[in-house]
């Protein structure tokens, strides 16, 4: 790209030792050579120091990351497409992209020169001060390299279906577009480091919740161990669940009062975002100061209510999502609801009268049927003498009827009344 390319000569070893001189004239071509090897190793190092460069961390108000392991990395590509056919590219991470043709840049580096794309998976780095070719006279070529963290995107029309994470870094496509030339690159991006808001906690005031589990949810805006997201809901005894007879649940929001190492002590809190992975089983209502944002400090605290509507019996999985107008990273908590699965859930209370008699009465069916049986097969019983205990069923006849013969009856004579007179009714006692 313009610049001249590091030369080293090395002194060449002489091809028969020198004559006999006295010590001084040797010791001194001794120190000659060794200034000339060093001041050639110097000027190696100094050549490959001037090649390399550093990428930069990465830093937004959510999150950094640090490239610094990426320095250096060479990818070359060659598209066979038809637009470009055979047109070779090498892209030099943090350094420099250039083909067969054309020289489109190198990399500026800095604090904040490599930058999110959308999707939020793409790093984006524009590399400039390219060469000023046919057609680039007046603007020098530069290259725009967006960096895939997830594999080559899908509304590429043609790309390099060999590129994937498993053989990163590698370029899915390389083209370009007058003086501009687009590459669309793979790698294994390096994992972020949230930037969390110190001095924000969330406490669980809830009832029903294992008394091992935190009582602190978030602390300096991180999430607690019990309060982590799951793939699936679970109840494993080092995991916040909150039984189904428990309708709902109280989470406060607030500042801690402590030094936050000059950062305000009040902070805006947007609107949770609440939600559940299984909405055929449960569903979610918030309430509370919390439920449409607003501000906390030391002094004051929002309340965030949220309460539970089954559908079925299962296993739900509550997501809470608190978020600070991008400022901050995030706090993201979750846990697992039991739909049906409480003490007095489903509104089935058990009656402890009503199972007495379902099990009094279950009990003498099942007396009956064997006293039947018993009878039948071994006793050759038949008709109602199969019954078990029939001749106390008898009995028990016999002495309801002689307790309703024995009442007193009453008739009354109606009043008849005939040509020659009337006739007087009494009542026979």
């Given at each position: 790209r313009g610049s001249r390319p590091c030369a080293t000569s090395f002194p060449s070893s002489p091809s028969s030792p020198p004559p006999p001189r006295t010590r001084a004239l040797s010791d001194r071509f001794r120190v000659w050579m060794m200034?000339?090897?060093?001041?050639?190793?110097?000027?190696?190092?100094?050549?490959?120091?001037?090649?390399?460069?550093?990428?930069?961390?990465?830093?937004?108000?959510?999150?950094?990351?640090?490239?610094?392991?990426?320095?250096?990395?060479?990818?070359?590509?060659?598209?066979?497409?038809?637009?470009?056919?055979?047109?070779?590219?090498?892209?030099?991470?943090?350094?420099?992209?250039?083909?067969?043709?054309?020289?489109?840049?190198?990399f500026s580096g800095g604090a904040g020169s490599i930058k999110f794309h959308q999707p939020s998976d793409t790093f984006y780095m524009m590399y400039e001060g390219g060469d000023k070719g046919q057609g680039c006279e007046t603007d020098a070529r530069q290259a725009d390299v967006y960096i895939h963290c997830q594999g080559c995107p899908s509304y590429l029309?043609?790309?390099?279906?060999?590129?994937?994470?498993?053989?990163?870094?590698?370029?899915?496509a390389a083209y370009d577009a007058g003086c501009i030339g687009e590459v669309h690159m793979v790698a294994n991006c390096p994992v972020g480091i949230p930037n969390y808001r110190k001095g924000f906690d969330v406490y669980d005031a809830s009832t029903g919740i294992e008394e091992d589990i935190s009582k602190v949810v978030i602390k300096d805006g991180e999430v607690m161990p019990g309060w982590t997201d799951e793939d699936t809901p679970s109840v494993a005894h080092d995991r916040a669940v909150i039984p189904g007879d428990v309708d709902s649940a109280t989470f406060y929001l607030m500042m801690a009062d402590e030094d936050l190492a000059g950062l305000p002590a009040s902070q805006e809190v947007d609107a949770p975002d609440v939600f559940t992975d299984q909405p055929h089983i449960l569903a979610v209502t918030m309430s509370g100061t919390a439920a449409s944002g607003g501000s906390v400090d030391p002094e004051q605290m929002l309340m965030l209510q949220l309460d539970f509507h089954c559908y079925q019996t299962g296993l739900a999985d509550v997501h809470v999502e608190i978020s600070f107008a991008n400022q901050y990273y995030p706090c993201d908590f979750a846990f697992t609801y039991e739909c049906g699965m409480g003490s007095t859930a489903g509104d089935s209370k058990s009656d402890p009268l009503s199972v007495f008699f379902m099990v009094s009465f279950l009990l003498v069916i099942a007396f009956c049927v064997l006293g039947c049986a018993y009878n039948y097969s071994v006793q050759q019983k038949r008709g109602e003498d199969i019954v078990p205990g029939i001749e106390y069923i008898h009995s028990a006849r016999e002495f309801v009827s002689a307790i309703v013969k024995n009442q007193p009856s009453y008739s009354y004579s109606g009043t008849a009344r005939g040509a020659g007179g009337e006739t007087e009714g009494y009542q026979a006692l």
């Amino acid at each position: 790209r313009g610049s001249r390319p590091c030369a080293t000569s090395f002194p060449s070893s002489p091809s028969s030792p020198p004559p006999p001189r006295t010590r001084a004239l040797s010791d001194r071509f001794r120190v000659w050579m060794m200034v000339r090897m060093w001041r050639s190793v110097i000027l190696l190092f100094a050549c490959l120091g001037a090649v390399s460069s550093t990428c930069p961390r990465v830093k937004t108000n959510m999150e950094s990351w640090d490239w610094g392991a990426l320095s250096g990395t060479q990818v070359s590509f060659t598209n066979t497409t038809t637009t470009d056919g055979n047109s070779q590219w090498t892209v030099h991470l943090c350094e420099g992209v250039f083909s067969n043709m054309h020289d489109y840049g190198s990399f500026s580096g800095g604090a904040g020169s490599i930058k999110f794309h959308q999707p939020s998976d793409t790093f984006y780095m524009m590399y400039e001060g390219g060469d000023k070719g046919q057609g680039c006279e007046t603007d020098a070529r530069q290259a725009d390299v967006y960096i895939h963290c997830q594999g080559c995107p899908s509304y590429l029309d043609e790309y390099n279906s060999a590129c994937t994470l498993n053989t990163a870094p590698c370029v899915c496509a390389a083209y370009d577009a007058g003086c501009i030339g687009e590459v669309h690159m793979v790698a294994n991006c390096p994992v972020g480091i949230p930037n969390y808001r110190k001095g924000f906690d969330v406490y669980d005031a809830s009832t029903g919740i294992e008394e091992d589990i935190s009582k602190v949810v978030i602390k300096d805006g991180e999430v607690m161990p019990g309060w982590t997201d799951e793939d699936t809901p679970s109840v494993a005894h080092d995991r916040a669940v909150i039984p189904g007879d428990v309708d709902s649940a109280t989470f406060y929001l607030m500042m801690a009062d402590e030094d936050l190492a000059g950062l305000p002590a009040s902070q805006e809190v947007d609107a949770p975002d609440v939600f559940t992975d299984q909405p055929h089983i449960l569903a979610v209502t918030m309430s509370g100061t919390a439920a449409s944002g607003g501000s906390v400090d030391p002094e004051q605290m929002l309340m965030l209510q949220l309460d539970f509507h089954c559908y079925q019996t299962g296993l739900a999985d509550v997501h809470v999502e608190i978020s600070f107008a991008n400022q901050y990273y995030p706090c993201d908590f979750a846990f697992t609801y039991e739909c049906g699965m409480g003490s007095t859930a489903g509104d089935s209370k058990s009656d402890p009268l009503s199972v007495f008699f379902m099990v009094s009465f279950l009990l003498v069916i099942a007396f009956c049927v064997l006293g039947c049986a018993y009878n039948y097969s071994v006793q050759q019983k038949r008709g109602e003498d199969i019954v078990p205990g029939i001749e106390y069923i008898h009995s028990a006849r016999e002495f309801v009827s002689a307790i309703v013969k024995n009442q007193p009856s009453y008739s009354y004579s109606g009043t008849a009344r005939g040509a020659g007179g009337e006739t007087e009714g009494y009542q026979a006692l």
